[in-house]
């Protein structure tokens, strides 16, 4: 009879085949975790499926999901991420790769609606890859600036793949954005000043400054973007003044969002099912991968694996910051083949206990799993952004956009240096917020 540790590495390896099929990840979690449970205790099958489902499906929480990815269709079909974008030129228009800078930073702003790194970079890419390309931007530079801009989707809040990881770990979602905050602007300025390199090392991929803009349209141009910035200041800064919750500042900002769509005549008969539809495929894809990541958890609970590892790595002595090294590591080679919401769901139940029993601060820890997870949205061979921008720019090939995200990939790395260095770039606003 094979002992539960068998089991559990049994059922990653099914996982695994089934994700190499291209089989999606919440269906493979699903069959796998219910197999398993069979296998182990076929009693429990019926009700672990159904009581899962149902307590993920009624979760309260959860709600944050489908308001935020309403919130970023409607700034799409409204033209405010256009809006933000020619406000980001409007101030960044003097530095040289401008083009490629605003990119970012309405990636970046873009990210503090939708709470999607795809959703941001195929938004972005659609509108400013076309400008850069107008302006001569070297093709590397234009498709590694917008598909690097749309992984701040994953850290800045509100963040689809916090609030995956705190519904996982249990863990207070309003402390995860607001962790999520200071890393993010980070972050952008990281992105920002890669650029500023790059072009700085060979201005020929990006053209001289343009012309200044007057400070007439710098205001014009903002003030044009004033919904975006008005929703996210509300919603955040409402989260960090205790006015509401993480789950009320979903709605409020949903609301605002929809305001804004009225106001700008941007609903009728085609954008509404547009977004309608678009939201809840979203929403349906987040939810069965949810669905199938507790299911799997229950099987890999049942199978003891976890307090197995954490009973051998208390064995060898490892330390809190030398087991999240080795975590980090794990998750920068996994990134490289494996859908980052799949390792999220198949790795955290795993390293939770282990990390919990050596003091690690789960909420620092999430930041710094986000980010590596951001590094895999970028990695080679599997690279999810690379290849929605792609979409965008499908005469590029694909190698010289894996060329031009090599100097972000290593802006993420410089940022995940520094919050390992400094957690409190982490923990000061939920701490500050919350005690």
């Not at 790194?117 to 917008?146: C, H, K, N, Q």
């Not at 200071?182 to 090392?201: D, M, Q």
């Not at 999430?366 to 965008?392: D, Q, R, W």
Request: some cysteine; hydrophobic content about 60%; proline content about 5%.
């Amino acid at each position: 009879m094979m002992d539960g540790t068998g089991v559990a590495l049994l059922g990653f390896l099914a996982l695994l085949a089934l994700l190499l099929i291209r089989m999606p990840v919440g269906l493979a979690m699903l069959v796998v975790g219910v197999a398993g449970i069979a296998l182990i205790r076929p009693g429990a099958v019926v009700p672990v499926l159904a009581g899962e489902v149902f307590a993920v499906a009624s979760r309260y929480s959860l709600t944050i999901l489908p308001l935020f990815m309403l919130m970023g269709n409607l700034a799409v079909v409204s033209g405010m991420s256009q809006d933000l974008y020619r406000a980001a030129h409007a101030w960044l228009g003097r530095v040289r790769g401008s083009l490629a800078s605003a990119s970012i930073v309405a990636c970046a702003g873009f990210s503090a609606l939708s709470g999607s790194s795809l959703a941001a970079a195929l938004t972005m890419g659609r509108v400013s890859l076309p400008e850069m390309r107008r302006f001569g931007y070297d093709d590397s530079l234009a498709t590694g600036a917008i598909a690097a801009g749309g992984t701040l989707g994953f850290l800045i809040p509100p963040s689809a793949g916090l609030v995956i990881y705190g519904i996982i770990t249990e863990e207070s979602i309003g402390r995860l954005f607001m962790a999520g905050v200071l890393p993010g602007i980070l972050l952008t300025l990281l992105f920002v000043l890669a650029v500023w390199i790059i072009v700085r090392r060979d201005p020929g991929k990006a053209p001289h400054a343009s012309e200044r803009v007057p400070w007439r349209d710098r205001l014009g141009a903002t003030a044009k973007a004033s919904w975006i910035m008005v929703i996210v200041v509300v919603t955040i800064g409402g989260i960090y003044a205790g006015v509401f919750s993480a789950i009320e500042a979903a709605g409020v900002g949903a609301l605002l969002t929809l305001v804004a769509a009225c106001v700008r005549r941007a609903l009728n008969r085609e954008t509404v099912p547009e977004v309608v539809r678009a939201t809840l495929k979203a929403s349906g894809t987040a939810f069965l991968v949810l669905f199938g990541a507790f299911v799997f958890k229950v099987f890999l609970g049942l199978t003891g694996v976890a307090f197995a590892a954490a009973d051998w790595v208390g064995e060898q002595g490892y330390s809190g910051a030398q087991v999240v090294m080795l975590v980090l590591v794990m998750f920068i080679v996994l990134g490289t083949f494996l859908d980052g919401f799949a390792m999220l769901v198949l790795t955290v139940p795993l390293v939770q206990p282990i990390l919990e029993s050596l003091g690690v601060d789960m909420i620092w820890f999430g930041v710094m799993i986000v980010i590596t997870l951001e590094m895999g949205l970028i990695s080679p061979p599997v690279g999810l952004n690379i290849f929605v921008v792609k979409g965008v720019a499908p005469d590029v090939p694909v190698y010289r956009m894996f060329r031009g995200i090599i100097p972000f990939w290593f802006a993420m790395l410089a940022a995940l240096i520094l919050i390992a260095l400094f957690p409190r770039l982490a923990t000061l606003l939920p701490n500050a917020m919350y005690g």
